[in-house]
Each structure stands twice: as structure tokens, then as C-alpha cells.
């Protein structure tokens, strides 16, 4: 029973305890707006995250982790916890302004045959950001292999994937939203399935717009703004975030794309394309090191590192997944 709950904002969390805050804080002008709950969900923090939740939010639920179980599994842990009839996946690097969660709320109740909504995104300097468009295809994604690249062959399909039509001053339904502030509705959610947990950071958000579109319409609703400062999770953990696109990537192919040989044409090309960006991130590294760039240089040493281990160790299982 949602107990007369409209919105259940779920929130995963790791060692993030400032930005962790800002979005508390931000989120207390919507309990005023609306019947609001609010969960976060807590992969393993080093930084005492929670210390703050406790002391300062007393009535945000928590569930604990004791490893990081990732962005999938976790959202489902809030999602599967919640009580509000509609539920808000948000980062935890975004601050929500005044009005804004009641005005997604409002037209989606004025929108029966929507099942996802999400708010135009800007930066921390006010610039929006892409966080609606196409879906993607196998083609747009061959761009991403570094040697096809350069012939430009595929910079079409990988634009209009990325932002070909895409105004992010206009609303319009979507194909595909973004998981930094995503609404759905609880139902609709819980019976397509949820987050897909098989994939470990990124691409799930356009695995499960793919198949809540089986149900319903999406939309991307401009008039409603949220600051995402963005890549937080990526500059915390390179290594991970570098590894999980990979996999994430490949999997979402090897679920939606309708052909086997594409499906495997395009891990055969990540894998063959490897060595060539392990030969451009030491060159990345070293001439940052060079320019005394120092923390740009740890940051391509940690992809540098990550991509000689999935030759080591992940390209049979990258294969597989």
C-alpha cells in the first residue's frame, strides 16, 4: 500500500557525504509540496555518509550495505522498500529547486499514458545537459572502437544517437531518459522488472527505457530543473567506472540488438581495439605527468590500468556477458 505517499525518492550512495547533504537539504522544501518519502541506500561508505543522514534527516529511511552493491541492485533495494505511488531515481551529485518535484508529479497525474518522466538537467554552471534522446544503435555505437573512429564513418549514427534532435529547452516524448532523475511509476516499474543488476555502471538507464516503453510513453519534461554536477561517480572510481561501461555496453547489445553477428562483431571489435587505446591513455598519462597534471594523470593511469587487466583477466567474461 503506498499510505497515501505520491513520491518515494530512492538514492544510492557512496562516499558522497557532502553532495550527499546538499541533496538532503535540497529535497526539504519538497516535503512541504508533497506526501514524500525518501530512502538512500548506502554502498559500503568509508566516509561516514550515514553520520549526517542520522543526525540531520532523521526521517530519510536508510538501508545499509556492507559491500557496494552497485547502482542496479541498489535502486531496487529503495525501490522494493518504497511506499510512494510514484518513484524518483536520483543521483546523489543533483540538487532539486524549489517546485520542481511537485511539477513532475502534476503532469504525470495530468498524463495517464506516461510511464517515465525526467527533468531537463543542467550543470553547476547552468548549461543543460543530454539526458534524452534516441535509442541507441549498433552502428553508433562503432564509434566508440578508437581505430573506427578515425575514419568517421560512424560519427553520423553516434550523433543522432547522442543528440541528433535533441533540444533540451523543449518537451517532447523521448526514447530514452537518463538514471540521474528518473520518475516512474511504481507499478509499471516493479512489473517490467526493475534495474537489470547484470549490468555493473552504465547503459542500464537505456535497458529499462527500453522496456518501459513496452507499457508506456516516455517524456522529457524541460520545464522542470535539476542541477547534476555530473561524472562524480567516475572521478571517485575510474577503474570501476571504466570496466562497468565496457560490460554495460556490450550487454545492453547482447539483449536488444536482434543480430547474433553484430552482437559479437562488436565485442571482437573492443577487444582487437584495446591495445590501441592502452598506446593512447600511456601517452595520455605521461604527458600529463609531463605538465605536472598531476590529477589528470591518476585519473588516465586508473583507465591505463583497467584496460590491461581486461586483457588479462575480464575479456572471457566481457565475451560472455
Same mark, same amino acid.
Given at each position: ?85 510514484l ?23 495530468? #498524463?495517464?499514458?506516461?510511464?517515465a ?12 545537459? #543530454?539526458?534524452?534522446?534516441?535509442l541507441?544503435?549498433l ?6 572502437i ?12 553516434? #550523433?543522432?544517437?547522442l ?58 519534461l ?8 555530473? #561524472? ?21 547489445l ?9 552482437? *559479437?562483431?562488436? *565485442? ?21 605527468l609531463?605538465?605536472?597534471r ?18 588479462? *583477466? ?8
Amino acid at each position: 500500500m503506498s499510505e497515501g505517499i505520491d513520491l518515494t525518492v530512492c538514492i544510492v550512495n557512496w562516499n558522497a557525504r557532502d553532495l550527499l547533504r546538499n541533496l538532503l537539504r535540497s529535497l526539504e522544501v519538497a516535503r512541504d509540496e508533497l506526501a514524500l518519502e525518501i530512502i538512500v541506500v548506502d554502498n559500503a561508505s568509508s566516509d561516514r555518509s550515514l553520520d549526517i543522514v542520522e543526525c540531520e534527516f532523521s526521517h530519510v529511511t536508510v538501508i545499509r550495505n556492507e559491500h557496494n552493491l552497485g547502482f542496479a541492485k541498489a535502486n531496487n533495494q529503495a525501490a522494493r522498500r518504497a511506499r510512494g505511488r510514484l518513484l524518483l531515481f536520483l543521483n546523489n551529485d543533483t540538487v532539486v529547486g524549489p517546485g520542481t518535484l511537485a511539477r513532475m508529479v502534476a503532469f504525470f497525474d495530468e #498524463h495517464p499514458e506516461l510511464v517515465a518522466l525526467g527533468p531537463k538537467l543542467v550543470g553547476a554552471d547552468g548549461r543543460p545537459q #543530454h539526458t534524452g534522446g534516441n535509442l541507441p544503435t549498433l552502428t553508433a555505437l562503432l564509434d566508440r572502437i578508437r581505430f573506427l573512429r578515425w575514419t568517421g564513418i560512424f560519427h553520423s549514427a553516434y #550523433h543522432t544517437y547522442l543528440r541528433g534532435g535533441f533540444d533540451p529547452n523543449r518537451g517532447e516524448p523521448v526514447e530514452r531518459l537518463t538514471g540521474a532523475a528518473l520518475m516512474v511509476r511504481r507499478d509499471q516499474f516493479t512489473s517490467c522488472g526493475g534495474w537489470d543488476e547484470s549490468f555493473p555502471f552504465g547503459f542500464e538507464d537505456v535497458d529499462l527505457s527500453v522496456r518501459l516503453r513496452q507499457s508506456g510513453g516516455l517524456y522529457y519534461l524541460a520545464e522542470a530543473e535539476i542541477v547534476h554536477l555530473r #561524472h562524480v561517480s567516475v572521478r571517485v572510481n575510474p577503474r570501476f567506472a571504466y570496466l562497468g561501461a565496457e560490460f554495460g555496453y556490450a550487454r545492453y547489445l547482447s539483449k536488444h540488438h536482434p543480430s547474433a553477428w553484430g552482437r *559479437k562483431l562488436y *565485442k571482437f571489435l573492443v577487444i582487437v581495439d584495446m591495445p590501441i587505446r592502452i598506446l593512447s591513455l600511456a601517452a595520455q598519462c605521461a604527458s600529463n605527468l609531463l605538465l605536472r597534471r598531476r590529477e589528470r594523470a591518476w585519473y588516465r593511469y586508473q583507465q591505463l590500468a583497467t584496460a590491461c587487466g581486461f586483457l588479462v *583477466k575480464d575479456m572471457r567474461r566481457f565475451w560472455h556477458c
